[in-house]
């Protein structure tokens, strides 16, 4: 017996009318579709009609739903993956099963369409040849700075964020990277609420709260590339911590790499940290 196809199938972030015909199709034709949340997902089923069995497939339950659904697709059984909203495994549960269905050489198929963050990053106006996906950061603060410390941020970055944690990221974002750089906020994309704002970030606190509303639903942000050319000092300051880091503690190679280069020691420490986090990660 012949293995059945796993299709990873991009459902609408908002707007039912961005399902696909081929996502629908994919959808109707499958034994079993995978959702993060089948209350969530029967919405989609119901407007188009589709009746096919539907088991949840989450964050808590990712490795134990991956095992019985390889065990179908290995029956012959073709499987559908979707996530609430956008392109599952994408900052959503989902590669566990992939990686696994190709493990098997298990014939997996992406059925492409909406995700939050290319429509956000086409909306920006940002130009460059390459950005920066990193999902959503740490929730706690501290490991969030250290997060941010590590990002390379020449290119444009991609972010997802909670509603409720929203005016806190963008005050750190602010603090690390300068009131000057620019930043796309967008919320609610595709839905009937949708709003986009592109300002320097010393004015994004202000806009999100101008407005109750701005404070929640689905946001992402898009961070604009950095467009200042780095000085000489910068860049060897730089250099050295990275030599230090291979034989030092943080801190000490942040203290030697300081005098070295003239450059304030907080500051190296600060990058020192990113990097190991980076590093460690």
Not at 76 to 89: H, R
Not at 169 to 185: N, P, Y
Not at 212 to 219: A, I, N, S, T
């Amino acid at each position: 017996m012949s293995t059945g196809t796993l299709h990873i199938v991009a459902t609408p972030i908002g707007n039912l009318a961005d399902a696909s015909p081929r996502a629908i199709e994919a959808l109707a034709q499958a034994d079993l579709i995978a959702c993060e949340d089948t209350r969530t997902s029967r919405t989609l089923l119901a407007r188009h009609g589709i009746a096919a069995r539907v088991v949840p497939l989450h964050a808590h339950n990712e490795r134990a739903a991956s095992e019985r659904l390889l065990g179908a697709l290995r029956a012959g059984k073709n499987v559908s993956l979707i996530s609430d909203a956008g392109t599952p495994a994408i900052s959503d549960p989902g590669a566990l099963l992939v990686a696994a269905a190709h493990r098997e050489g298990i014939r997996v198929v992406p059925v492409p369409g909406p995700s939050a963050a290319l429509a956000a990053y086409s909306a920006s106006g940002f130009a460059a040849d390459r950005f920066l996906f990193v999902g959503f950061l740490p929730a706690a603060r501290s490991a969030r700075r250290k997060a941010l410390a590590a990002l390379e941020t020449a290119c444009p970055v991609i972010i997802y964020e909670a509603p409720h944690r929203v005016l806190e990221t963008v005050g750190d974002l602010c603090e690390r990277f300068g009131g000057a750089r620019e930043l796309l906020l967008a919320r609610e994309l595709t839905k009937k609420f949708e709003e986009l704002a592109r300002l320097p970030l010393a004015d994004a606190g202000a806009w999100l709260l101008a407005q109750p509303h701005r404070q929640q639903g689905e946001l992402v942000l898009v961070l604009g590339p950095d467009s200042t050319p780095r000085a000489p000092e910068r860049v060897e300051g730089e250099r050295v911590l990275g030599i230090l880091l291979k034989e030092l503690p943080a801190s000490d190679a942040a203290r030697l790499a300081a005098r070295i280069s003239g450059l304030p020691r907080a500051e190296l420490y600060a990058l020192a940290l990113g990097k190991k986090s980076k590093d460690a990660g």
